[in-house]
């Protein structure tokens, strides 16, 4: 039975409207549009100029078909075309699939095949591998070319028209609407593949402004932060901070390649203020040249992700005017939903105690309804001991619509109303979670996963190996890096040279084994592999 607050008031136009983050670009633009909004290169754009392309795109595809549900695939560096792409797809009711540029042909195929990509923007550096991929994918999208000036490197056009071109034919006044619902798709993501092709994970319009509100909070980017692209925006769309950033009027600084000059110079000439990248973009700015660095204007937040920071590295960094914030999260979740929310207090502690506060992986964000250790089984929440082992799990509407085309995967991940993580760890008596291991064994090199069994499969596809297994190494400069364990057949030999060879011939190079070890593969009396014992071995490597 209604009570006397449900009696006559309904949801309206007025008093409801379905949450999106394209509104943000709307409102820069209105309130501050003179405000620089993209830097890139020489290239200087405001708000006003950034919302009129972004329409302008709206405009072009929605002449050449494009409508609602359809999917705009597009392989592009940080660039000014991405940040477009981000409002401009949507905004036509569309799904933007934002390729990820390290990835071979074959996946590249598959991606555009599953995801149905009706239209395919792709940056002139990528024509060779997605020249590959086209040939190889059944689907043929309507290719565009974007061919940015601050590319000087080999490449060719292979798409109909060029981006500039493209985006000539839109209107720049074009009316684009908001979602009809809040639950609409915004975003495909694809995960990296842990068992065999990769999933397509599915954002809705409600969780990219949630996220995106809640990376304001978390982060505390303020009114007009300048925030340097260090991060891929193809990784679960930059962590969302594409509307992040624009929500708050900030300046995209955008960087195609991430190198220790280019980033120094960057945040020195435009006084960059936030900034986000795996532990290797640390490594990169720590171990820079002297040549290379220039003095920081001010303090710059350095958001990761992936593996904690070594104390070392967040002391160093903290001395050359970084202050590192330490998040988790994965794409089904927007990028970071858990941050290691740092206790002023903690400050006075030894060091010995400060590195073990920073190993965890910490809290909910504010955008994120619950986040727990539980009993994968029983999904009773494990004791909060810091020792009893779990699975991480998320509950909240910044958790994914589901996986695309796979109803099985998709009632899996969500059994008993949480989302299953695959991460195990332990929950501590302040709340605070840590993870302890990875039940898929992936392997986060340069913030990017790798599945050990794709690398595995790929290893025993050469005719010399009888066995192998793959598992991390720690990495200081990558995170973790990947090594192989290989039994020979009697009578081949082969040598570490050759096989790492046979790998890049058969998957991305951010994948093969950087070390290959020849012995006899510890195992099981089942004979299963101990990857335990082969991790504290790869230490040794």
Request: charged content about 20%; overall charge negative; glycine content about 8%.
């Amino acid at each position: 039975m209604a009570g006397i607050y449900d009696q006559d008031l309904e949801r309206n136009a007025a008093n409801f409207q379905p949450l999106t983050p394209l509104g943000f670009l709307e409102r820069a633009a209105s309130v501050f549009p003179d405000h620089t909004a993209i830097l890139h290169g020489k290239l200087k754009r405001n708000y006003r100029e950034f919302y009129a392309r972004s329409r302008r795109l709206a405009s072009a595809l929605a002449k050449v078909g494009v409508g609602v549900g359809d999917t705009v695939a597009v392989m592009l560096p940080n660039a000014p075309a991405m940040l477009e792409a981000h409002y401009g797809v949507p905004m036509v009711g569309a799904v933007l699939n934002s390729l990820n540029t390290r990835l071979d042909a074959a996946i590249l195929a598959f991606t555009l095949d599953h995801g149905e990509a009706k239209v395919l923007i792709t940056d002139r550096e990528f024509s060779p591998v997605i020249k590959a991929a086209l040939a190889l994918a059944v689907r043929k999208p309507l290719v565009i070319d974007y061919d940015d000036p601050e590319y000087t490197g080999a490449g060719e056009r292979i798409g109909v028209m060029e981006y500039e071109d493209f985006l000539a034919t839109g209107d720049e006044d074009f009316a684009w609407k908001t979602p009809t619902d809040e639950w609409d798709a915004i975003a495909l993501n694809y995960t990296s593949g842990t068992t065999g092709d990769p999933k397509g994970v599915v954002y809705h319009h409600r969780g990219a402004h949630l996220l995106a509100v809640g990376n304001v909070v978390t982060c505390g980017l303020g009114k007009h932060p300048v925030y340097l692209w260090t991060l891929p925006m193809f990784h679960c769309n930059g962590w969302c901070f594409p509307w992040s950033i624009t929500l708050v009027a900030g300046t995209h600084v955008c960087l195609r390649q991430v190198r220790a000059k280019a980033m120094f110079d960057a945040i020195a000439d435009h006084k960059v203020t936030h900034m986000c990248g795996a532990p290797i973009v640390m490594s990169t700015l720590l171990n820079a040249a002297e040549a290379d660095k220039r003095p920081l204007p001010s303090r710059v937040e350095f958001i990761t992700a992936a593996a904690p920071p070594p104390e070392a590295v967040l002391a160093a960094m903290q001395d050359a005017g970084f202050n590192v914030v330490h998040v988790y999260g994965l794409t089904e979740v927007y990028g970071p939903a858990v941050v290691n929310d740092w206790h002023a207090e903690w400050d006075a502690l030894d060091a010995k105690q400060r590195a073990f506060l920073k190993s965890r992986q910490g809290v909910r964000y504010s955008a994120l309804e619950a986040l727990d250790v539980l009993d994968p089984e029983t999904m009773v929440p494990v004791p909060a001991d810091g020792e009893t082992l779990g699975e991480v799990m998320f509950r909240g509407n910044v958790v994914m619509k589901g996986y695309l085309k796979n109803p099985s995967a998709t009632e899996k991940s969500f059994a008993g109303g949480w989302f299953h993580s695959g991460d195990l760890g332990v929950k501590h008596p302040d709340g605070y979670i840590q993870l302890k291991d990875r039940s898929k064994d992936i392997i986060i090199s340069g913030g990017e996963n790798i599945s050990s069994i794709e690398v595995e499969d790929a290893l025993y596809k050469h005719p010399a190996i009888a066995a192998a297994a793959v598992v991390a190494k720690p990495d200081e400069k990558w995170g973790e890096t990947p090594v192989a364990f290989v039994e020979l057949r009697d009578g081949m030999s082969a040598t570490a040279e050759d096989i790492i060879a046979h790998c890049r011939a058969h998957l991305a190079a951010y994948k093969c084994p950087r070390h290959v070890v020849f012995e006899e593969i510890p195992k099981t009396s089942t004979g299963k592999i101990q990857k335990f014992r082969l991790r504290e071995l790869a230490k040794e490597v």
